[in-house]
C-alpha cells in the first residue's frame, strides 16, 4: 500500500520534499519540512507504551498533515475520502486501545 510508505518514518520528509515543488509557484516553493522537523514536535499527554499505537497516532498526523495541508490545493475528492478513511480507521485504532489498555488510568485522567 503506497500511502503506508509514504507515511513511513522511512520516506516521510522525503516524500513532503518532493511535493515542496509547484510548477505553477516558479520562483517559490512550500516549507513542509521545515515545519515538521522545526516546529511540529509530538507531545504526549497520557503515557502510551505501545509502540504500534505510537506509530499509528504518528501516522495519522502525517496523513491529515499531508491531506490538509500539503495537498489540499490539488487534492480529488476520491483521495481525499481515502485519506479520511485512513485517518478515521487509525483514530478508531488508537482510541479503542487506549480505551481496553488503560481504561481506568485514562478514566481518572479525564474526570
Not at 6 to 26: F, H, N, R
Not at 62 to 77: I, M
Request: proline content about 2%; glycine content about 2%; overall charge negative.
Amino acid at each position: 500500500f503506497i500511502l503506508g510508505q509514504i507515511v513511513s518514518d522511512k520516506y516521510y520528509l522525503k516524500a513532503i520534499g518532493i511535493l515542496e515543488y509547484d510548477p505553477e509557484l516558479q520562483n517559490s516553493r512550500a516549507h513542509f519540512r521545515e515545519y515538521l522537523t522545526n516546529t511540529a514536535k509530538y507531545k504526549q499527554v497520557i503515557p502510551i507504551e505501545n509502540e504500534s499505537i505510537q506509530s499509528q497516532i504518528h501516522q495519522c498526523f502525517r496523513l491529515q498533515y499531508l491531506k490538509d495541508v500539503v495537498s489540499a490545493r490539488w487534492l480529488e475528492d476520491a483521495t481525499f475520502s481515502i485519506l479520511n478513511s485512513l485517518t478515521h480507521f487509525h483514530h478508531v485504532d488508537i482510541i479503542s486501545h487506549l480505551l481496553d489498555a488503560n481504561q481506568s488510568q485514562v478514566m481518572s485522567e479525564f474526570l
